[in-house]
C-alpha cells in the first residue's frame, strides 16, 4: 500500500489565486481529515470526512473547501490565496482500531506559500 | 476548552542521555492517547497509542509513554537517545467516542551526537 498520498509537495502562489491540493488513500479508511501546520502551533483541524459525500468543518474552516466524492479521494480547496494560508498541510486517514479508537495515518505534507 | 499541553518547545540532549517529554491534556472524558514523531523533512508517523489497558505503552524505536489518570498525563520516555532521534514530537488526544485529534504545539528534539 502507498498509504496516504499528497500532491504537490511544493507550491508558490500568488495573494487571490485558487489551487487544490490533492489527497489519496489506498487503506480503505472511511475517515479522512486535512491539517495545516504553523510553526509552534502544532496542527489544527480544518476539515474532515466521514465517509464519502459526508464532510464538516474542523478548527479552521475558513478559506477552504473540500468535497468527498469516493472513499480515496478527499481534496482540499484554496480560493482566493491569502498569505495567512502560508502553511505545512497535511492530510490523514484513520480506522477503528479493534472498535476501540481511530488511528490516523498521516501524508507526506504540502508546503503552501503565498506571496 | 479541551487543550493538549506539551511543557517543552525544545529540549538539547547529548547521544546517550535519557529523554522525557511532559504531555498534559485538559479533557472531562475517557480519552485515546498518542505520541507522533516528525523527522527532518518528512511527516507524522504513530510512534505508540494508549486506548485502554496496562498505563505503559511501549512503542517503536525504544519509545515508551505512561499514562497517568489522576495526573492528565501522558510523558513519553526513552532511557538512551540516538542522533537519528532528532525530531519533533507531537503528543495528541481524543476522546474515546470521538475520532478527531487534538495536538499538542510539539516538542522539537534535537540530540547532539
Known amino acids: 500500500n502507498a498509504g496516504v498520498t499528497q500532491t504537490p509537495k511544493f507550491r508558490i502562489l500568488k495573494i487571490g489565486q485558487s489551487m487544490t491540493l490533492q489527497c489519496t488513500q489506498d487503506?480503505?479508511?472511511?475517515?479522512m481529515y486535512w491539517y495545516r501546520q504553523d510553526p509552534g502551533m502544532g496542527l489544527k483541524l480544518i476539515y474532515y470526512s466521514v465517509g464519502a459525500g459526508i464532510t464538516d468543518k474542523g478548527e479552521v474552516p475558513n478559506g477552504y473547501n473540500v468535497s468527498r466524492s469516493t472513499t480515496e479521494d478527499f481534496p482540499l480547496r484554496l480560493e482566493l490565496a491569502a498569505p495567512s494560508q502560508t502553511s505545512v498541510y497535511f492530510c490523514?486517514?484513520?480506522?477503528?482500531?479493534?472498535?476501540?479508537?481511530?488511528?490516523?495515518?498521516f501524508g507526506p505534507g504540502t508546503r503552501l506559500l503565498v506571496l | 476548552a479541551q487543550s493538549v499541553s506539551q511543557h517543552n518547545h525544545h529540549v538539547i540532549l547529548s547521544e546517550a542521555a535519557s529523554l522525557e517529554l511532559g504531555c498534559n491534556y485538559s479533557y472531562g472524558g475517557t480519552v485515546n492517547l498518542f505520541w507522533y514523531v516528525q523527522y527532518p523533512g518528512q511527516h507524522l508517523q504513530l510512534l505508540l497509542k494508549y486506548f485502554s489497558g496496562d498505563p505503559l505503552v511501549k512503542g517503536i524505536k525504544g519509545f515508551e509513554a505512561e499514562f497517568i489518570k489522576s495526573k492528565f498525563s501522558f510523558n513519553l520516555r526513552k532511557p538512551s537517545v540516538q542522533w537519528s532521534d532528532t525530531a519533533e514530537y507531537f503528543c495528541?488526544?481524543?476522546?474515546?467516542?470521538?475520532?478527531?485529534?487534538?495536538f499538542g504545539a510539539g516538542t522539537t528534539v534535537t540530540v547532539r551526537a
Open positions: 495528541a488526544v481524543t476522546l474515546s467516542n470521538d475520532y478527531k485529534l487534538s
Open positions: 490523514a486517514s484513520s480506522y477503528r482500531d479493534r472498535g476501540r479508537g481511530e488511528t490516523q495515518y
Open positions: 487503506m480503505n479508511h472511511n475517515y
